[in-house]
């Protein structure tokens, strides 16, 4: 008799090293807007491997996990701060100077605007994954609100100040948020809290599940 045999591949939960690399990036990159330091010389490596290869690399773990969300939230921010470092470069001149001279900030802002509808949907999706990763995406809409108006010379100095205060949330957030996700994996149990689902999106058939169930509770 032909016998068949299912094997399991267990990933680790990306979750921490995704969070941790955002939380990085933004720390570092907030604290230039904010005038603490000055210039992108050394924001760019942090730019590449923590915001960009290593919420990329959590992406590719979470389609593992077939998380649609998580792969595809950890992908799209991986590649633009990836991105964002390769702008940074042409700016200063690397690539030479016919790149740096025709570099217009508006394109920039243009992206910025693209990333702020992307993240509204994303915001809307995490509100049945957990407080601390919706409040992170709650922000990333201000960021991105800031960075493209600033980009675009609307309110620059107001908006700039924008980004760099949501830019410095979203990293104290995700700092906790990569701890939590850790520590709670390592040990079993939920050692710090997340928060859990708000519950205001519920699927169709729960929905009607529900509408039926308050129906036949008013028959009695």
Known sequence: MNQTKDIKIT???????????????????????????????LVIPWAIFLGGI??????????????????TAFGA??????????????????????????ADVHQLGFVYIGYLVFTIFMTIGAL??????????FLINFLFVGLSLS??????????????????????LSLYGAGANVLNKHFGFEFLPLGKPFGIITKPMEKEKTAHLQTNNQSF
């Open 77 to 102: 921010y991986g590649l633009f701060w990836m991105a964002v470092a390769t702008s940074w470069f042409v700016q200063s001149g690397t690539f030479g100077l016919t790149l740096q001279e025709s």
């Open 54 to 71: 290593a919420q990329f690399y959590a992406s590719i773990l979470d389609s593992k996990h077939n998380n649609t969300f998580g792969t």
């Open 11 to 41: 990933t680790a939960d990306p979750s921490g090293i995704g969070l941790f690399g955002l939380a990085i990036v933004t720390l570092v990159a907030s604290s230039q807007k904010l005038g603490w330091t000055e210039g992108v010389g």
């Open 151 to 172: 980009s675009l010379g609307i309110m620059e100095h107001g908006m700039h100040l924008l980004a760099a205060y949501s830019e410095f949330g979203i990293a104290i």
């Open 128 to 137: 049945e994954t957990n407080k601390v990763l919706f409040f992170i995406f």
